[in-house]
């Protein structure tokens, strides 16, 4: 008699669309999909791959991370499994030279406002550096992607020579860069200080004026700080390349990702951890 029952039981779930072991119903399976797939994290990401700069920056992670990867797993002896992050490493660098096709442009533009611009001859000159370092660098480094892909072809000894030139002009833009946020850090602080130390502002509103400036101020080194760390993490990978330091690819690895990690900070939360 209970065994009836159980029998009929059992078919009526199965009639129903239920198990015994749980609920399957197709509402339940789409509230878990629309859970995960538009999850704000997802959403995120969706958002930032949609521009070719957050790509290029996804891109550079995963090549750096491959880079570190592979180097692990040569020195363990998987020569095999490193082939294959070796590979990924290599198609993702290909990738990104393209994606980089016409920044040269946007150097030059930089480069032309420099010139423009009036202020600090120190930081003009450092900045109007590192502008055409850059330009020199993503110039040639459109000439290496063209070579790469047989659109045109260069005898060995001028890829090499483009190569070097490419690295040495990547060198160069960063040295710039980084001298570019020393003096622009230095002149930053001599003008916080000069604010913080005069103690004759009794007004209310130019108090608060004082405020604003005093932030703004802040704001502008965090910024110059942030581009700092960054440069300062860039610059061996083509110092190395050059063969000004000899820095094996896992450590070099280890600094690409970490520019990445970096870079996705906003510079008020990296100056908070400091």
């Not at 859970?35 to 790509?55: I, N, W």
């Not at 000439?143 to 990547?170: D, G």
Request: aromatic letters at 8%; proline letters at 3%.
């Amino acid at each position: 008699m209970l065994t009836g029952l159980n029998l009929a039981s059992t078919r009526s779930n199965l009639r129903s669309g239920r198990t015994i072991t749980g609920d399957t119903r197709p509402e339940a399976m789409s509230s878990v999909a629309s859970q995960v797939v538009l999850h704000p994290t997802v959403s995120h990401s969706l958002k930032v791959l949609s521009t070719t700069l957050g790509r290029d920056k996804t891109y550079r992670a995963v090549q750096y991370f491959s880079r570190f990867f592979a180097w692990l797993l040569i020195t363990r002896g998987y020569k095999i499994q490193a082939a294959r992050w070796n590979a990924l490493k290599s198609h993702l660098a290909l990738g990104r030279k393209l994606m980089r096709l016409g920044k040269p442009v946007e150097n030059l533009q930089a480069l032309l406002r420099a010139i423009q611009t009036p202020g600090d001859a120190g930081e003009r000159i450092t900045m109007i550096g590192r502008q055409l370092g850059y330009f020199a660098y993503l110039s040639f480094d459109a000439i290496v992607w063209a070579n790469s892909i047989k659109f045109i072809t260069l005898k060995p000894s001028t890829s090499q020579k483009v190569n070097k030139l490419t690295n040495q002009f990547w060198f160069s833009g960063l040295v710039f860069s980084i001298a570019h946020s020393l003096l622009k850090a230095g002149r930053l602080a001599n003008e916080t200080k000069a604010l913080q130390s005069n103690q004759t502002w009794t007004d209310k509103g130019l108090e608060a004026e004082r405020e604003v400036k005093l932030h703004h101020l802040q704001v502008a080194r965090d910024s110059v700080r942030h581009q700092f760390v960054i440069d300062l993490l860039d610059v061996w990978i083509p110092a190395t390349n050059i063969g000004l330091v000899n820095l094996n690819d896992g450590v070099l690895g280890i600094l690409g990702h970490c520019h990445h990690i970096c870079q996705g900070l906003p510079p008020s939360v990296e100056s908070s951890q400091r």
